[in-house]
T-cell receptor
Framework: SQQGEEDPQALSIQEGENATMNCSYK?????LQWYRQNSGRGLVHLIL?????REKHSGRLRVTLDTSKKSSSLLITASRAADTASYFC???????????????FGKGTKLSVIP | GAVVSQHPSRVICKSGTSVKIECRSL??????MFWYRQFPKKSLMLMAT?????????EQGVEKDKFLINHASLTLSTLTVTSAHPEDSSFYIC???????????FGEGSRLTVL
């Protein structure tokens, strides 16, 4: 079953505004990661938050994790046109063994930042 | 940072032919590599986990006879789409786990078009 579900599926904002994307998952996790993908390109790792962390910052990115609600949010502040991309959350499951290293991706949020 | 190279980035082939996609870790050893498939405007779906020196572990619904995976060295995994059909047209992405640090790096993806 799909582990991560992002919402909204698409988001269009003006440059300078903040963009918030949410991700929900179903099972316990070791960590949750956010990735960015420009159209037709590979994935770029943005930030990782572990299951025992609640908030993490990296530059203009702020990620929160609520394990009780099985949800995470990615906030991009002061957005730029160059932030236009698809953003995916991905989870690593909370059990040991070969499967624990697999990432399960959500459906993604397509962000468009209008100059 | 570490780089994962995928080749070719684009390939067009005739129906019935086989296509090989390479995934190389350029400056680290990767005991585990992952192959994903991404349909247009969709998320990444894990196809298989490739472990160096052993058989790949395929996800449910992925035909292992159709998608042959070989991980013969610590820096190279290959995915061969055998007897390709138009429905195999997709974007294939690999990722490689650094055996030393555990970090995961993604390739730029390979777009396969089967005519």
């Amino acid at each position: 079953s799909q582990q991560g579900e992002e919402d909204p599926q698409a988001l269009s904002i003006q440059e300078g505004e903040n963009a918030t994307m949410n991700c929900s998952y179903k099972t316990s996790i070791n960590n949750l990661q956010w990735y960015r993908q420009n159209s037709g390109r590979g994935l770029v790792h943005l930030i990782l938050i572990r299951s025992n962390e609640r908030e993490k910052h990296s530059g203009r990115l702020r990620v929160t994790l609520d394990t009780s609600k099985k949800s995470s949010s990615l906030l991009i502040t002061a957005s730029r046109a160059a932030d236009t991309a698809s953003y995916f959350c991905a989870t690593t499951l909370g059990y040991s063994g070969a499967g624990s290293y697999q990432l399960t991706f959500g459906k993604g949020t397509k962000l468009s930042v209008i100059p | 940072g570490a780089v994962v190279s995928q080749h070719p980035s684009r390939v067009i082939c005739k129906s019935g032919t086989s296509v090989k996609i390479e995934c190389r870790s350029l400056d680290f050893q990767a005991t585990t590599m992952f192959w994903y498939r991404q349909f247009p405007k969709k998320s990444l779906m894990l196809m298989a986990t490739s472990n160096e020196g052993s058989k790949a572990t395929y996800e449910q619904g992925v035909e292992k006879d159709k998608f042959l995976i070989n991980h013969a060295s610590l820096t190279l995994s290959t995915l061969t789409v055998t007897s390709a059909h138009p429905e195999d047209s997709s974007f294939y992405i690999c990722s490689a786990r650094d055996a030393g640090t555990g970090e995961l790096f993604f390739g730029e993806g390979s777009r396969l078009t089967v005519l």
